[in-house]
């Protein structure tokens, strides 16, 4: 990969800001400053420096995020904090899919990446990988047999939909489990709704077989292992 190639990838700024930042000397490969914008080296194999920060290189990356309220499950948007705002170096310089989003106002597990294939291993519809949730209601919790069953709610657009029958587990008086295969617009909530129930807490507590760090607070994360991603796939 071209030297000018690999620091625009990096978020160093444009090609021509990257040549700038070369000829002044900015950059070093291996404890040597390097100029030549055109020089072609395998980032993975180098040290590289830039103003003194080493900037290591991955081919993948993939993190888990406990995702707190109030930040958009996006890469940015002009009116709310967005996730990827609360990853620091070298992360926040890599560009990831995000394979799940949660609501502004809910909370819990996301999967950021850099591997294409695995946000659709992970969201395609017919993969249907289970989604788990903790909910809690203002009311108390009763019955939930009807979202075992499925039940009509509206979509994204509005439209009726009838969701695909649920795990649900209840917890305590006002906290329940539920785990879906779908993920349409305000869907825990509006299933919890057609059966008389306010959401006014969510939390997504695990993806298909892998379940959030609890070392993990509010706003941190960390990278996946390998055996990890696979329990994601599994």
């Known amino acids: 990969m071209r030297l000018d190639k690999f620091l625009a990838s990096m978020q160093f700024g444009s090609r021509k800001e990257v040549k700038m930042m070369l000829h002044h000397g900015r950059v070093q490969i291996d404890g040597t400053i ?5 020089l072609h080296l395998e980032p993975a194999k180098h040290q590289i420096l830039v103003d003194g920060e080493s900037i290591p290189y991955f081919e993948q990356v993939t993190l888990m995020l406990h995702k707190p309220v109030g930040y958009l499950s996006a890469n940015e948007d002009p009116r709310h904090p967005v996730v990827t705002s609360l990853l620091h170096s070298p992360w926040n310089r890599y560009t990831f899919h995000i394979a799940g989003r949660l609501d502004l106002d809910s909370e819990g597990m996301m999967i950021l990446t850099t591997d294409g294939e695995l946000v659709h291993e992970l969201i395609a519809p ?3 990988h289970y989604k788990t949730y903790r909910v809690t209601c ?22 009726p939909f009838v969701t695909l029958p649920a795990k649900v ?7 329940a489990e539920i ?6 617009f305000h869907q825990v909530k509006r299933m919890f709704a057609s059966i008389g129930y306010t959401v006014n807490r969510l939390e997504r507590i695990a993806i ?10 509010p706003g941190e994360y960390r990278v996946l292992t390998e055996n990890e991603i696979q329990e994601l796939k599994s």
Not at 34 to 38: C, G, I, L, Q, R
Not at 169 to 175: E, G, V
């Open 208 to 217: 298909g077989n892998l379940s959030l760090d609890p070392q993990l607070a």
């Open 34 to 38: 390097v100029k030549d914008e055109s």
């Open 179 to 184: 785990a879906i295969r779908e993920g349409k």
């Open 126 to 128: 017919k993969k249907m």
């Open 169 to 175: 587990r209840i917890l305590s008086d006002h906290q």
């Open 138 to 159: 203002d009311e108390v919790i009763q019955d939930l047999s009807s979202l075992e069953q499925g039940v009509e709610i509206r979509d994204g657009n509005e439209q």
